[in-house]
């Protein structure tokens, strides 16, 4: 077995036990990405001379006896969404060109503090806006398991990592379900956890409302190990939860007999989820159930506005977020003669901003403009209002919700136009509006595609999604 098959639990192991050293899975992972990257275009940017220098301080630290966390030597990935100090950071973005912000995002020094090397920032939609991973200026990112297929999005450069075992995890942002869905297209686990447990300090803002960081691992404990780096106060960031999270991996081993389970009717039997999809999770549910978890069918009547709701707010805030790049403070400036400062901003955004951002700009503008923002925006926030109370509902009679993550398994590259796109995100989207917590994890296949299992839990219970997940994940192959 070649060292990137291993999972980022089972490396940790050799490391502590010093059958392989920090370089030695450094150097793996870029053999790896030597051997692999030019077909699946998962990073942006690589850091070769960084990440062998962070093990080689990990190995001299472990050999001097010093006590280190169990991922410390671990390489991670790092969505090219988050400040990284002295690294270029993009967004997928050409406005951003050549950023080279001067600190790093919290989420990246608590995985430099846990003593993991960082081999680069992977690929992204623009902004995080999309679901493909074909919306970066860059290039566009390829499923690992069939590469005439797309990864999912936002994070699928994050998710291509991992499944291609060029990174052992990677961090992600989640919107509209842009780890989740990425994770569940590449038959890797991904977890969004509750808005406020992680931080968002130093991460760029698409809508500031649902963003979230979570990981993108191989299996459900390596998703609670990289969960406990990540998770925490943060003075630096006002939305984080100002409490600690409880010890996840654990929890893993409490099991599942007497949990309560939900499955949302509307997700999965609605229109639009593919029949395969279906009974890999109904296939699933039955596993959980043998497991003595209690399972019966709920709805969530509500639940059909989300989309809706998502791309109004979604929009209105990622108007007034991208209103800072006018290539006066940093980034791309045009070069074209201009007039005026208008000029100036109306040329520099039509060349640094791609098509689907340029789209959601408009979109999110109107809706904030006089005379629309009542009807739009104030009314979406309203019946968000109304989806949160359908999950609270239900939360108070089950410990967790089932549903699929996405309604069908990878598509073909151009095989969705922009609407069937939108419409791929309908199983994940109602948890960023409802702002519970989520993780996708593989139950299935159709053909040699894989199918995810989503878990859902009310705010700030993961530990019961990697419980669940777990047991689930230890009863399957």
């Known amino acids: ?44 940017t690589l850091t070769r001379e960084q990440a062998d220098q962070a093990a080689a301080q990990i190995d001299e630290r472990r050999a001097a006896g010093e006590e280190l966390g169990p991922l410390a030597g671990v390489p991670v990935g790092h969505k090219d969404l988050f400040c990284t100090r002295g690294v270029k950071t993009t967004a997928g973005s050409k406005i951003l060109e050549p950023y080279i912000p001067p600190y790093d ?13 960082m081999v680069g920032k992977t690929n992204l939609d623009e902004f995080a806006m999309g679901s493909s991973t074909e919306n970066s200026a860059y290039q566009i990112t390829r499923n690992p398991i069939d590469l005439e297929r797309v990864p999912g999005g936002s ?15 990677a961090t992600g942002t ?14 890797i686990v991904g977890m ?10 130093g991460v760029i803002a698409y809508a500031s409302s649902l963003d979230q960081v979570g990981p993108l691992c191989k299996d459900v404990r390596d998703c609670a190990m990289l969960l406990q780096v990540l998770a925490g106060p943060d003075p630096m960031d006002a939305t984080c939860a100002d409490m600690e ?25 609605g229109e639009g989820i593919h029949p395969p999809v279906k009974a890999a999770v109904l296939s699933a549910v039955d596993t959980l159930t043998e497991l003595g978890v209690e399972c019966e069918e709920v709805s969530l009547p509500n639940i059909d506005y989300s989309l809706p709701v998502y791309y109004i707010i979604a929009t209105a805030e990622c108007s007034s977020n991208l209103a800072r790049y006018d290539g006066v403070r940093y980034g791309h400036r045009t070069e074209l003669p201009v007039e005026d400062i208008h000029d100036l901003y109306a040329k520099t955004r039509a ?31 309203q019946v968000r209002t109304l989806i949160k109370q359908d999950f609270e509902r239900a939360f108070e009679k089950y410990d967790i919700l089932l549903s699929p993550t996405s309604p069908c398994v990878a598509w073909n590259f151009g095989e969705f136009d922009q609407m069937a796109l939108k419409l791929a995100d309908i199983c994940t989207i109602p948890i960023n509006v409802g702002c ?27 530990d019961k999604l990697l419980r669940a997940g777990y047991a689930y994940e230890q009863a399957t192959k």
């Open 192 to 201: 969004r956890p509750t808005y406020g447990r992680v931080s968002r300090y």
């Open 155 to 169: 994070s699928g450069g994050s998710a291509a990592s991992v499944a291609a075992g060029e990174a052992f995890c």
């Open 1 to 44: 077995m070649a060292l990137t098959d291993l999972t980022a639990y089972e490396l940790s192991q050799k490391l502590q036990a010093k059958e392989v050293s920090a370089r030695e899975a450094v150097a793996a992972c870029f053999e790896k990405i030597d051997a692999v990257e030019g077909d699946i275009k998962a990073f942006i």
């Open 105 to 117: 995002a919290t989420v990246v020094t608590r995985c430099d503090e846990a003593g993991m090397p």
């Open 245 to 269: 999270p409880p010890d996840y991996v654990g929890c893993l081993d409490d099991g599942v007999k007497g949990l309560k389970a939900g499955i949302v009717k509307e997700l999965v039997y």
């Open 174 to 187: 989640d919107t509209g379900g842009s780890i989740r869905q990425p994770a569940s297209l590449c038959g």
């Open 351 to 381: 060349e640094g901003f791609g098509e689907e951002v340029r789209l959601r700009i408009m979109l999110g503008t109107y809706a904030l403009s006089a005379g629309y923002y009542d009807a739009y925006y104030k009314k979406a926030l």
């Open 436 to 462: 519970i917590c989520g993780m996708s994890l593989p139950c299935g296949f159709q053909d040699h595609l894989p199918i995810g299992l989503q878990i859902l839990g009310a705010p700030f219970t993961e």
